[in-house]
């Protein structure tokens, strides 16, 4: 996975071998960009979006250049799916060690004065309830990773 951007020094700097990444929303736009840099840097990455096909294209193409990497679909706004996204996790890569919480939504374009309540829970539940309840279900298996790294 050589890429003329990086610089030969550039990996002993931000050497994330064996690491284990979830990112959010990490099917297109900064979410897939910054999947592939981890997987350049050598974390195994957890593409997660609300689509499997959209998950698998992108862990499809990581892995044929070089990369490691499994799609996990989860709608961030259904705790139920978010914890099925740590189990799969962990039941893949034995763990977690990095989590990034891309994924958003805002489903009103235009003036806050045209964002119903119902919108506005939305974007809540996205943009705020997943990341902090996502953080928390990643917590022990970061906190037992690290641990373990200091032992």
């Not at 897939?32 to 195994?44: C, H, I, P, S, T």
Request: aromatic share 6%; net charge neutral; with cysteine.
């Amino acid at each position: 996975m050589e890429n003329s951007l990086l610089l030969p020094t550039e990996k002993s700097f931000f050497d994330l071998t064996g690491k284990v990444a979830i990112i959010t929303g990490a099917s297109k736009g900064i979410g897939e960009d910054m999947a592939r840099v981890f997987a350049r840097f050598g974390a195994k990455v957890v593409i997660n979006s609300r689509k499997q096909d959209a998950c698998d294209a992108l862990a499809n193409d990581i892995k044929a250049q070089g990369g490691e990497a499994t799609g996990i679909a989860a709608h961030v706004g259904d705790m139920a799916q978010l914890q099925q996204l740590v189990d799969k996790t962990i039941a893949t890569y034995g763990g977690i060690d990095i989590l990034v919480n891309n994924a958003a939504s805002n489903p009103v374009f235009g003036p806050s004065l045209d964002c119903d309540g119902t919108a506005f829970d939305k974007i809540m539940q996205a943009n705020v309830k997943a990341p902090f309840e996502l953080s928390k279900l990643c917590y022990p298996s970061m906190k037992a990773r690290v641990v373990a790294a200091l032992s």
